[in-house]
């Protein structure tokens, strides 16, 4: 079974400096890895896809397969980043598991002014 | 275009009553998932439903049940509620072939 990890449930930062929250996966075959985000009081929404490799809000992530990770980075914080951040691991992509979507635990960021 | 809605948005039940959280969606979506979201856990899948009629358990379904109404609704109930199920529940929904889950805004119970 395919498990998300992430290992800091709260990060601090300053504006301006960089950030990167870890994530961490297991899964035997090829999974499609996301960043959720839920700023307070709404929504959960996808930040991005590591298969679009895109750049959204000033945030990245490379999927590592050798380190098995998929972590997002920031170079400069702003205090609108402040957020929970969810990782996410959808296997066989493509395949048969109707889009059933792992979730990590979760890690709140908190980017001071 | 609503997306996805869920209600109630707030509920408060005492230890053994029943009650049913609605999902409802506006966007053609085929899948339908229910999610609980705790502290330190993240997001665990509860049920979910690939398509109209068919409905199939996640990693934590035990004291749930759902039903596909339709294509648009998906709802879940709680028989007999219990304090372990004091939680937000997010319902989510994605069309076929793309990656893509649209959530709803959550529904915050509290079993006491």
């Known amino acids: 079974a395919q498990r998300v990890t992430q290992p800091e449930k709260l990060l601090s930062v300053f504006k301006g400096a960089p950030v990167e929250l870890k994530c961490n996966y297991s899964?035997?075959?090829?999974?499609?890895l996301f960043w959720y985000v839920q700023y307070s009081r709404q929504r959960l929404q996808l930040l991005l896809r590591?298969?679009s490799r895109e750049s959204i809000k000033g945030f990245t992530a490379d999927l590592n397969k050798g380190e098995t990770s998929f972590h997002l980075k920031k170079p400069f914080a702003q205090e609108e980043d402040s957020a929970m951040y969810y990782c996410?691991?959808?296997?066989?992509?493509?395949?048969?598991?109707?889009?059933?979507?792992?979730f990590g635990q979760g890690t709140i960021l908190t980017v001071h002014p | 275009n609503a997306g996805v809605t869920q209600t109630p948005k707030f509920q408060v039940l005492k230890t053994g009553q029943s009650m049913t959280l609605q999902c409802a969606q506006d966007?053609?979506?085929?899948?339908m998932y229910w999610y609980r979201q705790d502290p330190g856990m993240g997001l665990r899948l509860i049920y979910y439903?690939?398509?109209?009629?068919?409905?199939d358990k996640g990693e934590v379904p035990n004291g749930y049940n759902v039903s596909r109404l339709n294509k648009r609704e998906f709802s879940l109930r709680l028989e007999s509620a219990a304090p372990s199920q004091t939680s937000v529940y997010f319902c989510?929904?994605?069309?076929?072939?793309?990656?893509?889950?649209?959530f709803g805004s959550g529904t915050r119970l509290t079993v006491v």
């Open positions: 590591h298969i």
């Open positions: 996410a691991l959808l296997p066989n992509a493509g395949g048969t598991s109707y889009g059933k979507l792992t």
């Open positions: 989510a929904s994605r069309i076929q072939g793309y990656y893509g889950y649209t």
């Open positions: 966007m053609n979506h085929n899948s």
């Open positions: 899964y035997s075959g090829s999974p499609e």
């Open positions: 439903s690939a398509s109209e009629g068919t409905t």
